[in-house]
């Protein structure tokens, strides 16, 4: 995938950070968590910037939800699925030709078939993203109880 803008780059950047460091054989957790923490807040104040930025994280997300599917990375789909779900939440406005809700009720409907904690996560993604293919902005009950949280 060729990024277009420093935006796109640094949106990337972010994300490949906040996915870094959660395989099964990761050093020290603590540290992990730490980081976490600080990617995140980078990449939200990125998402804050400009509307478009959120658009183009779903987009990444998706592309690296189709790696973690192709290369069965279980330990990626929870976290996936929380920043696809608080990233969704958070973006006020949708383009109804926009496909990408689309694709990840797709996507994110292959992970069903997965062992726990996958299923379970994508169940309640796909939860979100029906709400939201009915009714874009409309699911103000699970916005709250969606948002990201390191305590997870």
Same mark, same amino acid.
């Given at each position: 995938?060729?990024?277009?803008?420093?935006?796109?780059?640094?949106?990337?950047?972010?994300?490949?950070?906040?996915?870094?460091?959660?395989?099964?054989?990761?050093?020290?957790?603590?540290?992990?968590?730490?980081?976490?923490?600080?990617?995140?807040? %980078?990449?939200?104040?990125?998402?804050?910037?400009?509307?478009?930025?959120?658009?183009?994280?779903?987009?990444?997300?998706?592309?690296?939800?189709?790696?973690?599917?192709?290369?069965?990375?279980?330990?990626?789909?929870?976290?996936?699925?929380?920043?696809?779900?608080?990233?969704?939440?958070?973006?006020?406005?949708?383009?109804?030709?926009?496909?990408?809700?689309?694709?990840?009720?797709?996507?994110?409907?292959?992970?069903?078939?997965?062992?726990?904690?996958?299923?379970?996560?994508?169940?309640?993604?796909?939860?979100?993203?029906?709400?939201?293919?009915?009714?874009? %902005?409309?699911?103000?009950?699970?916005?709250?109880?969606?948002?990201?949280?390191?305590?997870?």
């Amino acid at each position: 995938m060729e990024l277009s803008s420093c935006t796109e780059d640094r949106i990337h950047h972010a994300l490949q950070r906040c996915l870094a460091g959660l395989h099964r054989d990761a050093p020290n957790q603590d540290f992990w968590n730490a980081g976490l923490s600080l990617n995140r807040w %980078g990449l939200e104040e990125l998402l804050r910037r400009e509307e478009k930025n959120s658009v183009i994280l779903l987009q990444h997300l998706l592309t690296k939800t189709q790696e973690v599917l192709e290369s069965s990375q279980y330990e990626l789909v929870v976290p996936l699925s929380l920043l696809f779900s608080s990233t969704l939440l958070e973006t006020s406005h949708w383009v109804p030709e926009d496909s990408v809700l689309q694709k990840a009720y797709s996507l994110f409907h292959s992970f069903l078939s997965w062992p726990q904690p996958c299923s379970l996560a994508s169940r309640r993604l796909l939860k979100v993203l029906s709400t939201e293919l009915r009714a874009p %902005g409309n699911d103000q009950t699970s916005h709250s109880a969606s948002r990201w949280s390191t305590s997870s």
